[in-house]
Nanobody, 115 residues
């Protein structure tokens, strides 16, 4: 079984920065994909950034150049550094982990960008 716990969300002004963390526990393999999705009220959950099996990264067009995903395999933790935040980045952010059979999700952390 895999558990994911996100942290680091909060209220930030436009142009500000936040770093989200997702700590994974259980049967974790460093080569399995991990990533971040987000869901705003009334909208579908969408991909933000993903680390693939082969170590490459995928970013949503809306966050390219502003967000950076990284992973610390020793800590089984994935991070999302978010810079130049915009009001449209406001959403609940969810971490996920693929074990080759199923996808696990965290409980989410709220990010609110507002002045």
């Amino acid at each position: 079984q895999v558990q994911l716990v996100e942290s680091g969300g909060g209220l930030v002004q436009p142009g500000g920065s936040l770093r989200l963390s997702c700590a994974a526990s259980g049967s974790i393999f460093s080569t399995n994909p991990m990533g971040w999705y987000r869901q705003a009220p009334g909208k579908q959950r969408e991909l933000v950034a993903q680390l693939t099996t082969y170590g490459s990264t995928i970013y949503a067009e809306s966050v390219k150049g502003r967000f950076t995903i990284s992973r610390d395999n020793a800590k089984n933790t994935v991070y999302l550094q978010m810079n130049s935040l915009k009001p449209e980045d406001t959403a609940s952010y969810y971490c996920n982990y693929h074990d080759g059979v199923r996808v696990y999700w965290g409980q989410g952390t709220q990010v609110t960008v507002s002045s």
